[in-house]
């Protein structure tokens, strides 16, 4: 079975542009998780979805960070416009509901670079 | 603020030694999970236990809980060239009927040959 899938794997890009994360969750798992690694700040939870809604986006940094999850099947980070601070591993990971282990699954990262 | 610290922030060992890491969390759990990050990769889960169990073994990893101290350690027996990695701790937080994972900011294991 294919794990999370996430795109691009690498992303440089110059302060005020628009970025675009994207993920795809294991078929058949419920919740779908966006974390953020950095060195200063570690591995930070941004916002996570259940059935596709939202439930928790505390973890959101600011107004410029959005996601989406329009179906089961898809999901996207957008950060617009991005500032070098933004520059971080950013992860997916997905797991399924109603199981009794509650473990992640999780993508390879998408690092971003904004100069 | 971030719960599971892990103590030490790095370890250096020989290869077939015993690495054991410490991890301090703050709230309320429901499990304690440990995963494993490879230079370059995602986490990858090792083993978890709940917050009514005091230790759990899988292969060479062994963990223990200690809910009044809030504190787990992960134990890595015969330690291999392989085993060398990040480690988190994350607390599962009973959140909304579901739970959120707050992770650490990891151990570095390094094995050496």
């Known amino acids: 079975d294919a794990g999370v899938i996430q795109s691009p794997r690498h992303e440089v890009t110059e302060m005020g542009q628009e970025v675009t994360l994207r993920c795809k969750p294991i078929s058949g798992h419920d919740y779908l998780f966006w974390y953020r690694q950095t060195m200063m700040r570690g591995l930070e939870l941004l916002i996570y979805f259940n059935n596709n809604v939202p439930i928790d986006d505390s973890g959101m940094p600011e107004d410029r960070f959005s996601a989406k999850m329009p179906n089961a099947s898809f999901s996207t980070l957008k950060i617009q416009p991005s500032e070098p601070r933004d520059s971080a591993v950013y992860f997916c990971?997905?797991?399924?509901?109603?199981?009794?282990?509650?473990?992640?699954?999780f993508g390879e990262g998408s690092r971003l670079t904004v100069l | 603020s971030q719960q599971g610290e892990e103590d030490p922030q790095a370890l250096s060992i020989q290869e077939g030694e015993n690495a054991t890491m410490n991890c301090s969390y703050k709230?309320?759990?429901?499990?304690l999970q440990w995963y494993r990050q490879n230079s370059g990769r995602g986490l990858v889960h090792l083993i978890l236990i709940r917050s009514n169990e005091r230790e759990k073994h899988s292969g060479r990893l062994r963990v223990t809980l200690d809910t009044s101290k809030k504190s787990s350690s992960l134990l890595i027996t015969a330690s291999r060239a392989a085993d060398t990695a990040s480690y988190f701790c994350a607390a599962a937080n009973p959140w909304r009927g579901a739970q959120k994972l707050v992770f650490g900011q990891g151990t570095r294991l390094t094995i050496n040959p």
């Open positions: 990971a997905s797991r399924k509901a109603g199981t009794n282990t509650g473990e992640l699954f």
């Open positions: 709230t309320s759990i429901n499990n």
